[in-house]
């Protein structure tokens, strides 16, 4: 068994593509992790890749911190071939328990030993699931939500033959790309969430059942209230509020006789057509003519607000953002560090120009070039341990200019060099390129002054990172001053 010594994915598996297939492709692309993608239908080639390119918009609102170069998408219709090229497989097919278990089983012949495989399952039991497979210690279950790509969470469950290690080892790979991973304790048909959403589902039915209410005013009940408040304290915190200065004890003593009664229901009304029709003709008029691609795209820019939201409060799904900003920033910097004994331009960033930064004519806009520049300003100063603290860079003054156009999705790259340092400032030139043919788009020189972050006043650079800014500008020095530099820099240190 070696799952303990699971190989670092760099390239993800996907058995199915559908729905939930295409949210892992565009969620492990955006964050770099190459997808061979596999269905049984040909067909689905078109269809991930419209899926993927469909969720790139909100997916580039999401964090603007640097990220790596997006993975590459191939499509095969052979599992086998896809399962012996991936580190990590993620089963998507059909919920039906005998296919999972024939299409899991013949998966795990071809996949090496160490390749960990989890299946997407709503409500199967992973003890189920792995009854037939060649080490059946590496399934669990990972369990995420539609829209994948946005939402964090992702249900982690082991079966009986699961070892511990594959449950930590994808727990790390799911927060590589930027989700949650919650843990479920054991294993129980429809995890936790399902069960959750599956009994205000039913209650649902039920009173649209008996005309107590239409799908609108259910959901109005929910989107008005409960829903504001779900979202970063989940219902028991929330109740805990509800209970006064005894919070949850309170609580249960004013409310708990009700569940005795109970006001709701345990089993799901029979789906009469009339029912159907009533579930159908509800949601129609809520959508109001607009098609499930603008709701999808209207549902896609909320939640991204919403996290963005939720990062400042450092609470749910915003900590979850904050801390893949925080490793995106980190493995930037840890990049430029390995690129820096050389004496040349330091490479600070590399990135593809994402769907959202060009402007109505397709190029890469001025606001979204000077944010290139300031990501790549950052990753130097991190690396030389001046940002993240109560102090940082503060810029004083840029100057752009533009060379040539960079359409959406092209690969591009900054490269560096310190024109000058100081007690407290530092000058940069920098170029960003595409990385396919090397042709210069844009060009900037910039200064910053070191400052305390909340009051703006100038701060001397601590010794450490003055040194090292230093030690580069040295380096730098002997570069030649950059042809296209506007102005004279005139900052001590060189
Ligand atoms: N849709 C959701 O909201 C959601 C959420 C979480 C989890 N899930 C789970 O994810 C899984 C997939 O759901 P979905 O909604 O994406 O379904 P889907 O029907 O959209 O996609 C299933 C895909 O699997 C392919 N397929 C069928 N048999 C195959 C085989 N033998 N080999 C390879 N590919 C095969 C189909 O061609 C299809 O493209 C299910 O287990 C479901 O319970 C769904």
Redesign the pocket.
Known sequence: MAVESMRRVKTLGL????????GWAARALHFGIDVIA????PR?EE?IRGAVANAEGALARLTSAPLPPKGTLSFTTD?ADMARRVDFIQE????QLE??Q??LADVSRHAPADVLIA??????MPSDLQRDMRFPERLLVA????P?YLLPLVELVGGKATAPEALTAAAAFFRYIGMHPLQVRREVPGHLTDRLQEALWREILHMVNDGVASTGELDESIIYGPGLRWAAMGTNLIYHLAGGETGMRHMLRQFGPCLKWPWTRLEAPELTEELIDRMVEGTQAQAAGRSIRELERLRDDYLVAIQQVLKQFDIGAGSTLRALEERLYADSATHLQAAAAADQPLQTLQTDVRAEWVDRSGRLSESRCLQVFADASDALFQVNGAAGGEREFIAMHSQLAHHARAGALEPIAVSTQVLGVDDNRISLFHWLKRRTDGQLIATAQQLYRYADASSGAPAPLEESARKALQALRTAHARLPVPEQAQSPVALGGS
């Open positions: 058995l199915g593509t559908g729905v939930i297939g295409g596999a269905d049984v239908n689905m269809w599992a998507n097919i059909p919920e296919l999972k024939k299409m299946s997407s399952t709503s409500g199967l369990h995420p939500f539609n994948v």
